[in-house]
Nanobody, 126 residues
């Protein structure tokens, strides 16, 4: 079992920045790709970013490309999402997730992830 706990969300003005953290416990996540997803009110959950198990590869949704950076510290069993130049459209609950497959590369679909955090709210005011 893996427990994932997100933190770092909050209320920020448009143009501001936030750094989200996802701390894992119960088992190491160092051999698994990790992802960030988000769900805005009234919308389906969508992919934001993913990073491979080693941290050398990443992939982003077009909506955040150039404004987001996903990273990981396997020694701390933690994944991060740095979001800059935030827009009101970034308002959502942000979730981190652990990929199912051992040492596989990158995944953008929810079905490829087996453990999810409870989410952290990000609200961007205009």
């Amino acid at each position: 079992q893996v427990q994932l706990v997100e933190s770092g969300g909050g209320l920020v003005q448009a143009g501001g920045s936030l750094r989200l953290s996802c701390a894992a416990s119960g088992r190491t996540i160092s051999n698994y790709a990790m992802g960030w997803f988000r769900q805005a009110p009234g919308k389906e959950r969508e992919f934001v970013a993913t990073i491979n198990w080693g941290g050398g590869l990443s992939y982003y949704a077009d909506s955040v490309k150039g404004r987001a950076t996903i990273s990981r510290d396997n020694a701390k069993n933690t994944v991060y999402l740095q979001m800059n130049s935030l827009k009101p459209d970034d308002t959502a609950v942000y979730y981190c997730a652990k990929a199912k497959r051992f040492q596989a590369v990158l995944f953008t679909t929810e079905g490829e992830y087996d453990y999810w955090g409870q989410g952290t709210q990000v609200t961007v005011s205009s």
